[in-house]
């Protein structure tokens, strides 16, 4: 499967930007969908994860309460709304794909990725 995210900017301190990633190529529904993020100097972090079904989601602390991710399996895509933005949220953001079953949430677990798109936060 092959992932296209998208919706990355320049936002102030307490914006909101939402990202957007378009499946191709495969079964959506069959995949897990997590979004992760890697800012300069430091590894690549999970973000939120949600399974195939959308029946529930799970969240990195550093974004619960500010950020939602959902999925359209009819539209095959994943989105990630982020509220109440930080200059700590500053990173790129990839979104993921994982065949594994339950709600995987570290980068091991996932099969394909994203290139990546850039959200900056200016204070």
């Known amino acids: 499967v092959q992932l296209q995210a998208s919706g990355g900017g320049l936002v102030q301190a307490g914006g909101s930007l939402r990202l957007s990633c378009a499946a191709s190529?495969?079964?959506?529904?069959?995949?897990?969908m997590g979004w992760f993020r890697q800012a300069p100097g430091k590894e690549r972090e999970f973000v939120a994860a949600?399974?195939?079904?959308?029946?529930?989601?799970y969240y990195a602390d550093s974004v619960k309460g500010r950020f939602t991710i959902s999925r359209d399996n009819a539209k095959n895509t994943v989105d990630l709304q982020m509220n109440s933005l930080k200059p700590e949220d500053t990173a790129v953001y990839y979104c993921?794909?994982?065949?594994?079953?339950?709600?995987?949430?570290?980068?091991?677990?996932?099969?394909?990725w994203g290139q990546g798109t850039q959200v900056t936060v200016s204070s």
């Open positions: 993921a794909a994982s065949l594994r079953a339950g709600l995987p949430f570290t980068s091991y677990q996932y099969d394909y």
């Open positions: 190529g495969g079964t959506f529904s069959r995949y897990a």
């Open positions: 949600v399974p195939w079904s959308g029946s529930y989601t």
